[in-house]
């Protein structure tokens, strides 16, 4: 046994040593797959595990982070933000938006708790720009959900409806029919704000369609008791009270804790109506609920009823219980803490009564956990070489993908040029030294696209082994073919929407139509028409290289590709001095680059490409 415990506590030691991955403890993890569907489950998880240690700070914050949305789950009051501000000011330094969002998120619902309405919107706000670059569609429809809810409430119901309206365009994404069924009763219940009592309707109905297709009794009920008050401002009392009863028959089979609030809603129509028996029925059954709102509106109708009726003594006796309930409500947060430290109390007095049993079967725990930690290190060390094999492949594939693409595209671009060169040889009359050049620098073209291909063969092949260990064509060779065609198909496009846009600009098409000496008033008027067609090529020249004008003309006269001839006739100068003239702008403009242009390169291909 000391043997084995001696074996145990050097693997142990040598896993504390090697670096680990960032990976939640366990019980968080198990805690954060129960969140959505099981939030109750989750929140016991929490409450029961032992609190991660400060040091930690990952997982002590992301303790903080899950305790607080289990409990705002499972509709537990926040009374205090303390636990939340340690998960923001871990993760709000994080990369991670979901997180980042996720934690503002839950700042926002901690202060809306504790009635901090500003400091809540604001914490909204923060969060819905946060996520906005996720594709977290709940958590986006939530923020937006609750941040038209604070709006609605301050009376704001442009901001309301904007809101609540992309928290519908969320749910319609996320395509969870009880996102869209709720979001299409906040849109109902924002245009009662609005006064604009048909829309509301329409909303409510759309509400209570979606509701009814999924089987939702939560949202259906939820859409079915707003509905009424739609039709109880339309005067329209049989209505309302036809989707009061609709409630009312679901929450007595399935939901028996929201009766009351229903009771309610059916006594006060029951009031309109002037059936002052019934009324009273359903406000006293209205009673019957340990929710101090509901019991404070019932109680409040029952006082105007017994008023109507003359029954002064018993409206006496509502109104004063009235008042009673006002001032619970105002006592609600203290008795709220109360409860929560008996809470406290009662969980640390089980868990006390456990700890002897635990100490029980105590030896025996340990020598199992021993065991399976043995094998999750093993388990994980393998798991961890593998991971990093991947990683690395698809590393390796990413870098010869990106290689291969920009050898393409320079490919490509590499034989426009020789096109462009090989034409101007054919329409050149001038001196055999610049056709020479020309014959030269094609040469050298030609050689480099033969040095790329050699490349590219040999990524290529390396290409196709790392897609072999990976066992799958990867989304990164993908992207490539598709960047490929779309950079061919775009390049193609520009060369071809420049000329067409030179022939439709009178000026720049006569300059090889109809090649004449360019007068300098003229000038100005080129410059404009070439940054129509080479989007503010003046200004960069002219920022870039500190050109004359004399200069910059000869640079529109060659990003036009003229050749040596037709400039000499629009310079009214010989074609042997348009070489000369080409080789001092060469120089001027290699004392502005950091590896100037060399023999091999003329002005031309430099400024075709620039």
Not at 514 to 532: A, G, H, T
Request: contains cysteine; proline residues 2%; glycine residues 2%.
């Amino acid at each position: 046994m000391r043997y084995l415990s001696y074996i145990v506590f050097c693997l142990f030691s040598f896993a504390m040593c090697t670096e680990q991955p960032k990976e939640l403890l366990p019980e968080l993890s198990y805690a954060e797959s129960l969140m959505q569907r099981c939030p109750n489950s989750a929140l016991v998880v929490l409450d029961s595990m032992e609190v991660p240690s400060p040091s930690d700070k990952f997982q002590y914050a992301t303790w903080c982070l899950l305790i607080t949305q289990a409990r705002d789950k499972n509709y537990i009051k926040h009374t205090s933000d303390s636990l939340i501000n340690i998960a923001l000011a871990y993760f709000e330094k994080q990369d991670d938006p979901v997180w980042k969002a996720s934690t503002l998120y839950y700042e926002g619902r901690v202060n809306q708790d504790m009635n901090n309405v500003e400091e809540a919107t604001d914490f909204y706000l923060r969060a819905r720009d946060v996520a906005k670059n996720t594709t977290d569609y709940r958590l986006l429809c939530l923020i937006n959900t609750h941040l038209g809810t604070l709006y609605a409430y301050r009376n704001l119901p442009d901001l309301a409806f904007e809101a609540y309206k992309n928290a519908h365009t969320y749910s319609m994404q996320l395509k969870d029919s009880t996102f869209i069924s709720n979001t299409y009763s906040a849109l109902g219940r924002v245009s009662m704000l609005n006064n604009n009592l048909q829309e509301g309707l329409d909303n409510y109905k759309k509400a209570i369609e979606i509701a009814e297709q999924s089987g939702n009794l939560k949202s259906l009920t939820l859409a079915y008791g707003e509905i009424s008050t739609v039709y109880q401002a339309l005067s329209m009392l049989d209505s309302s009270m036809y989707y009061l009863k609709k409630s009312k028959k679901i929450e007595e089979k399935y939901n028996a804790s929201a009766l009351s609030q229903t009771y309610l809603g059916i006594g006060e129509t029951y009031y309109y109506m002037g059936l002052s028996d019934s009324a009273y029925y359903y406000l006293e059954k209205a009673l019957n609920t340990i929710n101090p709102y509901t019991k404070q509106d019932a109680i409040h109708a029952l006082y105007y009823l017994c008023r109507d009726l003359g029954k002064y003594e018993d409206a006496i006796k509502y109104n004063e219980q009235y008042w009673v309930y006002k001032d619970s409500i105002d006592n609600i947060n203290r008795s709220s803490e109360i409860a929560k430290i008996q809470a406290k109390y009662e969980r640390e007095k089980l868990l006390n009564i456990n700890n002897g049993l635990e100490n029980r079967i105590l030896w025996g725990s340990i020598i199992l956990l021993l065991i399976i930690f043995v094998l999750i290190f093993f388990y994980q060390r393998e798991l961890l070489k593998k991971e990093r094999i991947i990683k690395e492949s698809r590393k390796q594939l990413q870098i010869r993908l990106n290689q291969l693409h920009e050898n393409e595209s320079i490919i490509h671009e590499n034989e426009n040029l020789i096109g462009v060169l090989s034409i101007q040889m054919e329409e050149y009359v001038g001196s055999q030294e610049h056709i020479n050049n020309q014959m030269d620098e094609m040469e050298r073209i030609r050689q480099n696209n033969a040095t790329l291909q050699t490349q590219n063969e040999i990524l290529q092949g390396d290409i196709k082994k790392y897609i072999s260990s990976l066992k799958e064509k990867g989304e990164e060779l993908k992207t490539y073919e598709c960047l490929t065609t779309e950079n061919t198909y775009l390049f193609e496009r520009q060369r071809y929407l420049c000329s067409q846009l030179i022939k439709h600009i009178n000026i720049l098409d006569c300059l090889k139509s109809d090649p004449k000496y360019i007068e300098e008033s003229q000038w100005p008027e080129i410059f404009e028409s070439i940054n129509i067609v080479y989007p503010n090529l003046i200004e960069r020249l002219r920022k870039d290289f500190f050109l004359t004008d004399s200069d910059l003309l000869m640079c529109c006269l060659i990003k036009l590709q003229l050749n040596n001839s037709i400039i000499a006739e629009l310079a009214a100068i010989s074609p042997s001095s348009v070489t000369k003239r080409k080789q001092r702008l060469k120089e001027r403009i290699n004392q502005h680059l950091k590896t100037p242009l060399g023999v091999e390169t003329s002005i031309d291909t430099y400024l075709w490409k620039y």
